[in-house]
């Protein structure tokens, strides 16, 4: 079993910064990828970036240029730097890891999702 844990969700007004955690821990051999998506209500989840084991990286269209993502493979955790938010940025945020157990069977997990609230 493979646990996923967001942290650094919170309240911001329009033009501030916020930096997510993420951290999988448990059943894991390897990791092919680790990423964040994100829901508003009334939406659907939706793409914010996912970095690779081998670096590469993908944003939504949304938000390049405003966010960055990186990880740290020694320690399984992914971190999301978020700047120049905008009320539109308000939603869930959740954290996905995908890659190979312990078994050998691949696996994908998510955590169970941290607030990010932009307002004045």
Same mark, same amino acid.
């Given at each position: 079993?493979?646990?996923?844990?967001?942290?650094? !969700?919170?309240?911001? #007004?329009?033009? +501030?910064?916020? @930096?997510?955690?993420? *951290?999988?821990?448990? $059943?894991?051999f390897s990791i092919t990828t680790? !990423?964040?998506?994100? #829901?508003?209500? +009334?939406?659907? @989840?939706?793409?914010? *970036?996912?970095?690779? $084991?081998?670096?590469?990286?993908?944003?939504? !269209?949304s938000v390049k240029g405003r966010?960055?993502?990186?990880?740290?493979?020694?320690?399984?955790?992914?971190?999301?730097?978020?700047?120049?938010?905008?009320?539109?940025?308000?939603?869930?945020?959740?954290?996905?890891?995908?890659?190979?157990?312990?078994?050998?069977?691949?696996?994908?997990?998510?955590?169970?999702?941290?607030?990010v609230t932009v307002s004045s």
């Amino acid at each position: 079993q493979v646990r996923v844990v967001e942290s650094g !969700g919170g309240l911001v #007004q329009p033009g +501030g910064s916020l @930096r997510l955690s993420c *951290a999988a821990s448990g $059943s894991i051999f390897s990791i092919t990828t680790m !990423g964040w998506y994100r #829901q508003a209500p +009334g939406k659907q @989840r939706e793409l914010v *970036a996912t970095i690779t $084991s081998g670096s590469r990286i993908d944003y939504g !269209g949304s938000v390049k240029g405003r966010f960055t993502i990186s990880g740290n493979n020694a320690e399984d955790t992914v971190y999301l730097q978020m700047n120049s938010l905008k009320p539109e940025d308000t939603a869930i945020y959740y954290c996905n890891v995908r890659g190979v157990d312990r078994d050998y069977e691949q696996f994908g997990s998510w955590g169970q999702g941290t607030q990010v609230t932009v307002s004045s």
